[in-house]
């Protein structure tokens, strides 16, 4: 079965920057490349929510909370997806994922707090 290890997370002041990684293995030969792959967030009582997602051509689609501000990436050689988090706010503050979208795989999560 697919494993996703995500990476990145911590304590950021306001306006800071962090990136997150997200690390695919035992993908069983088939390559990493054909996935579509997306980052969800969520706090506390709420829903998951859609942060971003990255097709396997590389078109990229992201919420509008975060447009101007995140960047969504892949290394298919590495067989990573990343989350460049610029200007950081407060209200991004969340347990990050990341989500295979073909095959309905979810990493751990990895802690994101931004302080103000």
């Known amino acids: 079965q697919v494993q996703l290890v995500e990476s990145g997370g911590g304590l950021v002041q306001q306006g800071g920057s962090l990136r997150l990684a997200c690390a695919a293995s035992?993908?069983?030969?088939?390559?990493?490349?054909?996935?579509?792959m997306a980052w969800y967030r969520q706090v506390p009582g709420k829903q998951r929510e859609l942060v971003a997602k990255?097709?396997?051509?590389?078109?990229?689609t992201y919420a509008d909370s975060v447009k101007g501000r995140f960047t969504i990436s892949r290394d298919n050689t590495k067989k990573t997806v990343y989350l460049q988090m610029n200007s950081l706010k407060p209200e991004d503050t969340a347990a990050y994922y990341c989500?295979?979208?073909?095959?309905?795989?979810w990493g751990q999560g990895t802690q994101v707090t931004v302080s103000s």
């Open positions: 035992r993908t069983s030969g088939i390559a990493f490349s054909i996935y579509p």
């Open positions: 989500y295979d979208m073909s095959r309905s795989y």
């Open positions: 990255i097709t396997n051509s590389g078109s990229t």
